[in-house]
């Protein structure tokens, strides 16, 4: 469980940040606050949260409802379950061991894993570890087979990682490695893997000896067998045939080393500033985090190029869990920024969009 957050388990009451309405004359953040509010007051939001930092410090705007049933505001420091945000962290520690001379990029998984990607087209001797962080394996990903609805009907159904892959590797590839990109968890899950066949160690504890403690984040970590989240938190949301369910807690099994992890806004800011800035992998390996490809033009190593109204891109990833989804990521020059609601599925077709539109403002406007 996250070490931080233990400690202040009992502090569920914390005081929320104040709720974001239209923005009256000289407030700071206009377009950002709105947004915020029509998340909420349109989109099918209960609640919604961006958070902010740069050199200036931090500012956090909520809007909405953190609990439905008792109208609690969306908490400031809250604690959510950042899904495929995960894959940053999960890339980073693979690259960190590149750096140490323990996984070749390049390198095919049998090494690492000999024997596991075998059958239906499938070869392990054909795959690389970076086409695994870069989604260019061809593998498919084993929840379009797994389902979304059935982790909604049945959120606290655990899911052993042998079974996700043997179900993954029942269906042919998507293409030859290399020659496409296509998003899959499964890459994800065998990086996890490899981190666990070089180290020796559960990939949890290598994630957090490598990039937690070192940035001290102290709100972050990985929940193992736990279903709850860490008070403070806002409760997660899906909405099923017009009815909203609540789906706080939840087995995390189905996602590990591509989305098991919890986290809190200021800890994602903590992380993305510093891992863009160049403060935990060296220049070149950085480098080779963010480079595309013609097959990949968006995409490099568990990070995601996304553009900006404002200016350059930056590098950042989303993250979808059910109950919550989120965006994330930093610039070059040390600003960073996270939106978050917390309903997943459930927000309407105008509302993703306009998810993406607050993380553009969240970056882009004072």
Known sequence: MLRKAIAVAGLAGLVAAGTAVPAAAGEDRPRLRRLLHTLTAEDGAPGALAAVRDRRGRTVLTSGVGDVRTGAPVPREGHWRIGSITKTFTATTVLLLVEDGLVDLDAPVERYLPGTVRGNGHDGRNITVRQLLQHTSGLPDYLDHLGIGRIVENPLERHDRDDLLALALAHPPEFAPGTGWSYSNTGYLLAGLVVEAVTGDPLADVVER????????????????????????????????GTLLDRTRLSASTAWGGGDLVSDASDLNRFFTALVGGRVLRPGTLREMMRTTEVSPEYGLGLRRVPRSCGAPVWGHAGDMVGFSTLSGATRHGRGATVMVNVKPGLSDAGEQRLKDAFDAALCDD
């Open 210 to 241: 490598r990039v937690l403690d070192p940035l001290r984040l102290d709100d972050t970590g990985a929940p193992g067998a736990a279903t709850g989240l860490p008070s403070p938190h806002p409760r997660g949301y899906v909405r099923l045939d």
